[in-house]
């Protein structure tokens, strides 16, 4: 079965931090295209980050550029996303998402469209 989980989320005060993980299992995250996606209330989901775990190619949402950051490490299998500086408006439920198609194509990819698997996601909320 292969299956991605996400972990990390939870309350933080504005301007605090939280690093999100995604554990995958059943697969080698090597070969695959890695994204971590949100979705606020009533909002579509919208792309936050992707990385390409053979050689660590990322790309990021203009608007988060310089506070987010997501990683990889192989050997455990495991995706992060490390969220600074939180605001308000970051509030969402987090996923993580695996694509198969080549990286050329992936990076492409602005919408959820096009990616394989999913996780159930991980709340994050900002409040004061």
């Known amino acids: 079965q292969l299956q991605l989980v996400e972990s990390g989320g939870g309350l933080v005060q504005p301007g605090g931090s939280l690093r999100l993980s995604c554990a995958a299992s059943g697969f080698t995250l090597g070969g695959y295209a890695e994204g971590w996606f949100r979705q606020a209330l009533g909002m579509e989901r919208e792309r936050v980050s992707i990385?390409?775990?053979?050689?660590?190619?990322?790309r990021y949402t203009d608007s988060l550029k310089g506070r987010f950051t997501i990683t990889r490490d192989n050997d455990k299998n495991t995706v992060y996303l490390q969220m600074n500086s939180l605001k308000p408006e970051d509030a969402a439920v987090y996923y993580c998402?695996?694509?198969?198609?080549?990286?050329?194509?992936?990076?492409?990819?602005?919408?959820?469209?096009?990616?394989?698997?999913w996780g159930q996601g991980t709340q994050v909320t900002v409040s004061s």
């Open positions: 990385i390409n775990t053979i050689r660590s190619n990322t």
């Open positions: 998402a695996a694509a198969k198609a080549p990286w050329l194509t992936v990076r492409n990819l602005i919408t959820s469209d096009g990616w394989d698997y």
